[in-house]
């Protein structure tokens, strides 16, 4: 009994000593031991042990304030990488993450979907080809993590609902059987939130929205994400606009992903995103109106889920790489339009990650497990 707790507290501060400095950034044994509260003996030990293991390096001296220059020590960020991939209907992204959330590599490929051994063969080479190209020992390698456009059981071993793949009823134990990694299954959305709690620090509570081919929405509270989405249902892209609108694939008519999707301007208007974005930056009429009605609907939506939940609301997804700062400002003046009110703890804001977000976010799943545990 004695002995396993003494083995607890050495971890206890072993874990102490690596989030603080993670949390810092960089530091020097002094200030470790002040921000942590332990002893210079105790902080020094863990941070041999932590050097040998090769997660911390120490190096250049901090600055001089009179005296002799202390040692300073930081995490060394690519100790462990981890993948994150998304599969998409006609598109495949990987991309590797080092232990701050940071994308270190990556890579995309137009490939259609089909639940079928033909595109498992071709996924696992592609993925594996690109892991093997970043010359990464495989102990270093903290497992891969697959976003999709589908429901994933609460156990991560199967999907539950995915009209737009085709693919209800995959289980993990496909991508297992391609990789000599650890692999988990996630729904898109909800990874792709975690990936922008990452990237905006500070904020707690939020819901964001996803402009891909397809619409999608989860709540951010707590600053998590995951547990809450029995809450939140993930499903805000079958919120419905108007009943008597456009055929979603659910089944129903209005729902905001018949209006929100990025599909909404090919399925529509006949044209494709990048076509579109052009004419509309060129000044073209019917585009100019196009976007108008677009951005109402999308305020509509804003405003509804803003009515339940009063808080920031993040924006990312495809269409971001195609929107300028007006086109952006003019989504935050239809909500107004709307009666949403714009206020410190009630913003758009525009996501920073674009369209990488739930491949990110499946990455960031074993970071944030792995900082938890060391
Ligand atoms: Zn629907």
Redesign the pocket.
Known sequence: MEINSSIGLKHLNHHKVYSYLYEVKSSSKLEISRGTGLSIPTVASNIVELERRGLVSGGQACKSTGGRRAQSYSINRTSRIAIGVEILKEEIKVVAVDLYGEIIAETRTEVEFSNNDNFFTLFGSFVNGFIASLDFPDNRILGIGISLQGLVSEDGETVIYSKILNATGLTLETFRRLFRYKCRMFHDTGKAALAEIWNSHGIRNAIYLVLNRNFGGALILNGEVGKEQRLAGATI??M?INPDGPL?????HG?A??YCGANRFRDRYGLEVPAFFEGLHAGDESCKRIWEEYARNLAIVINNVNMVVSCDIIIGGYLLRFMDDNDFNFIIESARAEGFSYGSNNRIIRSRLEDKAPALGAAIDFIEQFINEV
């Open positions: 892209e079958h419905r979603c694939y659910c089944g129903n729902c992903e018949a």
